[in-house]
């Protein structure tokens, strides 16, 4: 067996890398990664509903784990019911956050304790609570990407986003109202394509 050292210097590269196109897709366990690993991993991408658990104790689960993952900067979780968010209040320094496929994920508001979050996009969730993304005090770029479930009282709850500076939201079939994002100071992008229902900007003037 590789000392654990070494072990651990390929998980942080697996991690950041992945292989192929398909970045740890078939990977289920990482049983040797120790505890300093995990806390200094800087990015992390997941095929959250094959991925079972990646800490040297077997009870502990990747909800879990996080907690202890203080330096982490960049997460992607793919494919299956995610972690509950409100694991990733351990992870302080994370700055990017990507969400895709996960129906379990419908209310982000425990992203509001992330201080350092300033970039998030979700893409095919079930997502229809955002209105405490108005706490991310950093957040400058949001996009949801067919993410159905979103209102026009979503969008009108990211207009006090502060910092936003770029939205997309791609696909949203019950968006017809974007018109309060006009108090948006900072917000210099918008990109609605595919939101068929909203056929007047006039208010974003």
Partial sequence: ALPLPARDAVVR??????????????LRA?????????????ELRL????????????AVR??????RAWELGVL??????APTLDTLAGCPALHTLYLWHNDGVTDLSPLADLPALHTLLVRSSKVAVVSALTGCAALRTLAFYYCHELTDADVSALAGCAALQTLTIMGSSKLQ???????C???HTLDLFGCHGVTDVSGLA
């Fill in 13 to 26: 590269y697996l991690c950041k890398e992945g292989y192929g196109s398909r970045p740890m897709e078939n």
């Fill in 30 to 42: 990482l049983p040797f990664v120790s505890e300093g690993t995990l806390a200094a991993l800087k």
């Fill in 47 to 58: 095929p959250v509903g094959k991925f079972e658990a990646y800490t040297v104790e077997p």
């Fill in 62 to 67: 990747q909800a879990n784990a996080l907690r």
């Fill in 76 to 81: 992607t979780l793919r494919h299956g019911p």
């Fill in 177 to 183: 109202d974007v018109s309060t994002l006009g108090s």
């Fill in 185 to 187: 100071a900072a917000l």
